[in-house]
């Protein structure tokens, strides 16, 4: 989805991960698995595996690091990170894949002792493994499947093509402190630049705010697609301080630094960015840079944009239409509500209509409400409905008009609601919450169970009380 950079938190992970996860930010360490779940061999064959790891040929001890980590054999742990010192780097490659497998505080200590090898594709693969450490999503373990997937990525990045990633774990989550140093370490690291570019996107992944002023510094490296990666990494974290050291890089002469630029000066309220931003957007002939400049204008929402949003609206190009209509929702100016519905009522296209009614619900307009939650049980369009409500979820005052919805006799509604509240509720969401894990559905019983967790977790690291709702 092109609009918004809110993640929606269960999308990315399974509910068995986040479960994990939350376990984790909740406890210093790590219980160990019962001997049934730390191995699926018997002990005297994973000891054999872990005394052929130093085995005098190298074949061998690849082979005993790949079996101990598909055994997950925690016994295993302190034998594979001695590994990391192998001479060969088939060896240690196997090795981090194999720490990868094994959930464990020492497991992690290896994989950021691996994220400085000497191997660029060892380090790549640490840094991922490190990352994939809290998200579940771990590095293919084929070898043909590392080459391809970066020699497709390389070519995607001589093209022009930059996607932005918008994973992102929720913030709730506690991430080791000394996870964020490798990885800004390997970020400012000149060995491989591989390496540096999958460590910017890792820290945008955890939302590593201790990051933020070295991901500003590679965001103007020379290096484009390292720039393109911490670019987006700032638009994950959102740490607003950011916005004005970005500006400058609206003038950027690499055309894709300079569109996501755009669209992260908009994310981090940068408000000085608005006159280039509207002069872009004017002046602009390729259609490209129009969209992205208006995109970074609505996520702005300034109200000295009203008249260009108004204008927008009937643009023949979609996205500039819904860029316009979320930016009139942000600007909050309920003056413009004739305009939004004069827009609705000759509008086909149902994305358009969705940004319509999140901006006019945003000014007001409460009657749109009940439309916007409803397309919560849309196959096809609750994925764009539900960043809409997260965001309205995060005005002051907003969330008591949406907890009587928590009753909606459809289960799906309820169950995208738990989402909403867990990353835009606040101290009251806690009791809504805690009446829906009782729900008759099951489902949306355990979605509100995580999500009372996840927010709980939230709200604490952020210090926050008496209800406010933190950023």
Not at 252 to 280: D, F, H, Y
Not at 293 to 314: N, Q, R
Request: hydrophobic residues 40%; contains cysteine.
């Amino acid at each position: 989805m092109r609009r918004s950079l809110i993640v929606v938190f269960s999308s990315t992970l399974s509910l068995v991960w986040f479960e994990t996860l939350l376990l984790l930010a909740q406890t210093a360490t790590t219980t160990p698995p019962s001997n049934s779940q730390a191995t699926t061999t018997n002990a005297p064959e994973g000891n054999v595996m872990i005394e052929e790891l130093k085995s005098p040929n190298a074949g061998t001890r690849a082979k005993a690091a790949r079996e101990l980590g598909k055994a997950q054999d925690v016994s295993a742990l302190p034998a594979l990170v001695e590994a990391l010192s192998d001479p060969s780097a088939k060896v240690r490659r196997e090795v981090v894949l194999a720490l990868a497998q094994i959930h464990q505080p020492a497991a992690l200590d290896g994989l950021i002792k691996a994220t400085q090898d000497r191997s660029e594709e060892v380090s790549v693969l640490a840094v991922q493994s490190l990352v994939g450490y809290y998200t579940g999503n771990l590095p293919n373990p084929g070898l043909t499947g590392f080459v391809k997937k970066n020699v497709q990525k390389n070519l995607q990045r001589a093209k022009g093509l930059f996607s932005a990633d918008t994973t992102r774990i929720d913030p709730g989550i506690n991430v080791d402190p000394k996870a964020i140093t490798a990885l800004d370490e390997t970020l400012k690291s000149t060995r491989s630049a591989q390496a540096s570019c999958e460590a910017a996107k890792g820290l945008g992944i955890l939302v590593a705010r201790a990051a933020v002023p070295d991901l500003v510094a590679s965001a103007h490296s020379s290096n484009p697609t390292l720039s393109l990666e911490s670019l987006n990494a700032l638009s994950k974290i959102k740490d607003i301080s950011a916005g004005p050291q970005l500006i400058d890089l609206l003038d950027s002469p690499n055309k894709e630094i300079k569109l996501q630029a755009c669209v992260t000066v908009g994310i981090l309220r940068a408000s000085q960015a608005a006159p280039t931003l509207q002069s872009m957007y004017e002046n602009a002939s390729d259609p490209k840079t129009q969209e992205k400049a208006m995109e970074g204008l609505a996520y702005l929402g300034d109200k000295s944009s009203i008249p260009v949003f108004t204008k927008a609206l009937s643009s023949a190009d979609k996205d500039i239409r819904i860029s316009a209509a979320e930016g009139l929702g942000r600007a909050g100016d309920p003056k413009v509500l004739p305009d939004l519905e004069k827009a609705y009522g000759v509008e086909k296209d149902p994305d358009m209509k969705l940004a319509l009614e999140f901006a006019m619900t945003a000014v007001g307009k409460l009657e749109y409400l009940n439309t916007l939650v409803n397309d919560l049980s849309s196959r096809t369009r609750w994925d764009v409905a539900q960043p809409y409500l997260i965001e309205l979820a995060r005005t002051p005052g907003f969330l008591p008009k949406l907890y009587p919805y928590l009753q909606s006799p459809n289960a799906d509604v309820r169950n995208r609601l738990c989402t909403v509240l867990m990353l835009g509720g606040d101290q009251t969401s806690l009791d809504q919450l805690d009446r829906l894990s009782h729900d008759r559905n099951s489902e949306v019983a355990s979605q509100a169970l995580q999500a009372k967790r996840s927010l709980r977790a939230r709200l604490e690291a952020a210090g926050t009380t008496n209800g406010a709702n933190p950023p």
